[in-house]
């Protein structure tokens, strides 16, 4: 299928305008739009211009080595590569269910993580955009210019993903690329000591994430014409649930329902994905597109993350949390919210959600534990799922008889997202630039959308000798003149 | 008699056939080594150990001690020789230590950083070699070796098996397994023997143990390696 704005019909004689690199996001990506003489827009693409190759050279290497190598494919969310990996090693090695101490480590792990990531992309990433509006004085809108403007707000952020960094460093060893997950559980439990300080903080991070969100919700709710049609198109929309529909980021079923709520599938094995999920390669990007099979390429592309998982969820286990979810829902409406800026505000309700879990584990017993890791019997491949901050991530390995991969397939959260972030710029290129003189502040309404979603471009591209290649020689005017394609 | 001679400055007594590196270890002075163990004959050929004796270089490994020698070893020149060194060994093999399960417990790495070692300097080689997982017990990465051969002397001379064996000259000498087939499994090594515990960085690895031990209470978490160095090398 050919989406609109997706390929011009007649490239020659288009204006070229590119944002290069598309700023405040992690990773490397550019967006390139065909303008015609009246700024009229023929084609919008966000580009990955990043390769990193992990599926093809964790190849040969020893399955216990995975799960640390991995992670190296991003510095925001390591944690996530890390688990999703020690999962689909769990099952390599037969652990069909960790002690409790592993199971409640990793989880306190992956909560830290979800707290710090979801605290730097609101505050560092897009505080600017949202407090000083999008086009807004362009040297102003950085971290810096809302450290000057809003002092406490900046410093919160720097806090709460402090905190975040602190329960990572406790549970996996360092705050970036640790390695407390191991095949069958974890290489360490927390001391009393390391629980007493994170207990210290505990109760104000609660509080200043539940003020984040009250941000937040004044922020979009005051502008309801801008943020709930900004970039807007209708999904399906994926995430895992947890026991009883909950909101789980570290382990459940999956679950996906198309833009009115429709249950698609539900209670879906992850170890089964590749029946449900199919994943599509264009010779533009190095970022696959992913779809659901059963509804193919042109309907089945779907959104992750945030704005789906508060969506898909029957409820939130924890109780500040779960009640700005039902105030979300209510202000929704009864029916999907699809505006992706609405990504913001359930971003902080996880963000919530994550604190007010990390302070339940703080009080349990389980974490103080010594009885780590657990096996069985070897299987020769295993599936890992989680919710990344960014969405769903899988991990998918096969392991020979010597204990070395020979096949390992990921599906990245951002990759998820493609389709989805494609459509949401192409969206606000009809709507803000279409017919005008194209100015940074308009160019960065594009960034804007993208940014809604937390895109980590550099987590999102690493197949290595699958992507189709097109390289086109264009003379002055536009036209092609030469065009070799590898597919 | 008692003997002595004097390194950087401080009296080192010696007993008549130590080396230069033995009686400094017994004295709780610490130089640098990467082929060099305690418990076997000195091989002489990673050059880490070389200091300077009345002004000449030689590897403290193989320079017998004697009265009165002056030897300099922490030295600003003899430092940066050795941080040379270590820096060709890094880029003539294949040392990823952000993933690889020795962090921590790594004779090289530690070396690097008691040299103050901040990047690898020379241009990687990025050599192709093969990881080894025949056997049921150890895995093999021969991409970790830095020629040290204490695994060949340890097979050899303590568990009489002569699994290891280098082979090539020069730049092209590599470690190989003594099989037909090239492969551990064909040998009768075993994880016990002397030659499975020996090995300074991450080529000879007992399977399955991964990152067993959290960050923190790894071998060079507790103390750099200038302090732990001892007579059995610890590991």
């Given at each position: 299928m050919t989406y609109q704005l997706e390929t011009a019909q007649h490239p020659e004689n288009l204006r070229r305008v590119a944002i290069d690199p598309v700023s405040r996001v992690e990773g490397h990506g550019k967006v390139t739009i065909l303008l015609d003489d009246q700024n009229k827009v023929h084609q919008v693409r966000l580009h990955i211009v990043e390769f990193r190759g992990f599926e093809k050279f964790i190849q040969g290497r020893p399955y216990w080595e995975v799960p640390v190598m991995v992670q190296r494919l991003c510095g925001i969310c390591p944690v996530s590569h890390h688990l999703a990996a020690s999962k689909a090693l769990d099952v390599i090695v037969g652990a069909k269910k960790l002690t409790a101490t592993a199971e409640k480590m990793r989880r306190l792990m992956h909560y830290g993580q979800m707290l710090q990531s979801h605290a730097l992309h609101f505050f560092h990433l897009c505080s600017p955009d949202l407090l000083f509006g999008f086009d807004s004085d362009v040297t102003k809108r950085n971290i810096v210019g809302v450290a000057m403007a809003h002092p406490e707000t900046a410093k919160r952020g720097v806090l709460l993903r402090k905190f975040g960094q602190e329960v990572i460093r406790v549970t996996a060893g360092k705050r970036v690329h640790g390695t407390g997950a191991i095949p069958g559980g974890v290489n360490k439990a927390l001391t009393i000591a390391e629980r007493d300080e994170l207990l210290k903080d505990i109760y104000h991070i609660v509080q200043w994430s539940r003020d984040a969100v009250q941000l937040i919700q004044k922020v979009h709710t005051q502008d309801p014409g801008l943020y709930n049609s900004f970039g807007i198109f209708r999904s399906n929309f994926m995430s895992i649930v947890g026991n009883n529909g909950d909101l789980d980021f570290y382990h459940g079923t999956l679950r996906a329902r198309d833009d009115n709520g429709k249950i698609i599938f539900d209670h879906v094995d992850y170890q089964h994905y590749n029946q449900y999920i199919e994943e599509e390669v264009r010779a533009w990007s190095y970022m696959k597109f992913p779809y659901f099979k059963s509804l193919g390429k042109d309907h089945g592309w779907y959104k992750v993350g945030p704005l789906a998982r508060v969506q898909n969820c029957n409820q939130i286990s924890t109780p500040f949390a779960e009640h700005e979810r039902k105030e979300f829902v209510d202000y929704a409406g009864g029916s999907p919210m699809h505006a992706p800026l609405a990504y913001h505000w359930t971003r902080m309700i996880e963000m919530l959600h994550a604190a007010e879990v990390i302070k339940e584990l703080l009080h349990d017993d389980d974490l103080l534990g010594s009885d780590l890791v657990v096996e069985g019997e070897r299987q020769m491949e295993g599936v890992g799922v989680i919710e990344a901050p960014r969405g769903t991530l899988f991990h998918h390995y096969q392991v020979d008889e010597n204990d070395l991969i020979t096949m390992a397939n990921l599906i990245v959260s951002t990759t998820n997202n493609n389709q989805a972030m494609n459509e949401a710029i192409r969206h606000v290129a009809r709507r803000y630039l279409h017919g005008h003189e194209v100015t940074e502040g308009l160019l960065n309404h594009i960034e804007v959308a993208i940014r809604a979603f937390d895109p980590c471009l550099s987590c999102a591209t690493h197949a290595l000798g699958k992507m189709p290649l097109e390289v086109e020689l264009v003379d002055p005017e536009g036209r092609v003149v030469h065009s070799l394609s590898r597919s | 008699m008692s003997h002595t001679f004097t390194l950087d400055g401080k009296v080192i007594p010696?007993?008549?056939?130590?080396?230069?590196?033995?009686?400094?270890?017994?004295?709780?002075?610490?130089?640098?080594?990467?082929?060099?163990?305690?418990?076997?004959?000195?091989?002489?050929?990673?050059?880490?150990?070389?200091?300077?004796?009345?002004?000449?270089?030689?590897?403290?490994?193989?320079?017998?001690?004697?009265?009165?020698?002056?030897?300099?070893?922490?030295?600003?020149?003899?430092?940066?020789?050795?941080?040379?060194?270590?820096?060709?060994?890094?880029?003539?093999?294949?040392?990823?230590?952000?993933?690889?399960?020795?962090?921590?417990?790594?004779?090289?790495?530690?070396?690097?950083?008691?040299?103050?070692?901040?990047?690898?300097?020379?241009?990687?080689?990025?050599?192709?070699?093969?990881?080894?997982?025949?056997?049921?017990?150890?895995?093999?990465?021969?991409?970790?070796?830095?020629?040290?051969?204490?695994?060949?002397?340890?097979?050899?001379?303590?568990?009489?098996?002569?699994?290891?064996?280098?082979?090539?000259?020069?730049?092209?000498?590599?470690?190989?397994?003594?099989?037909?087939?090239?492969?551990?499994?064909?040998?009768?090594?075993?994880?016990?023997?002397?030659?499975?515990?020996?090995?300074?960085?991450?080529?000879?690895?007992?399977?399955?143990?991964?990152?067993?031990?959290?960050?923190?209470?790894?071998?060079?978490?507790?103390?750099?390696?200038?302090?732990?160095?001892?007579?059995?090398?610890?590991?």
């Open positions: - | 010696f007993t008549e056939g130590q080396t230069i590196i033995q009686a400094a270890s017994a004295a709780g002075v610490f130089i640098p080594h990467l082929c060099y163990h305690p418990e076997f004959k000195a091989h002489g050929s990673c050059k880490l150990c070389t200091v300077k004796v009345n002004g000449r270089h030689t590897a403290s490994c193989t320079m017998r001690a004697a009265p009165g020698m002056v030897v300099e070893s922490e030295t600003e020149e003899i430092n940066a020789e050795r941080r040379a060194l270590t820096q060709m060994l890094f880029v003539e093999g294949n040392h990823f230590c952000p993933s690889c399960e020795k962090s921590g417990n790594c004779q090289l790495q530690a070396t690097a950083y008691h040299l103050g070692m901040m990047s690898p300097h020379y241009d990687h080689f990025f050599p192709n070699r093969a990881v080894d997982a025949s056997h049921p017990e150890v895995l093999l990465d021969f991409n970790r070796c830095i020629l040290c051969s204490l695994c060949v002397r340890a097979s050899r001379d303590v568990d009489g098996k002569n699994v290891f064996g280098l082979s090539g000259r020069g730049i092209k000498t590599h470690l190989i397994v003594n099989a037909k087939s090239g492969q551990l499994a064909d040998t009768d090594f075993s994880l016990a023997d002397k030659a499975a515990q020996v090995c300074p960085v991450g080529v000879i690895l007992k399977k399955r143990r991964g990152f067993a031990v959290p960050i923190g209470e790894r071998k060079y978490d507790q103390a750099p390696i200038s302090q732990t160095a001892d007579t059995t090398e610890g590991r």
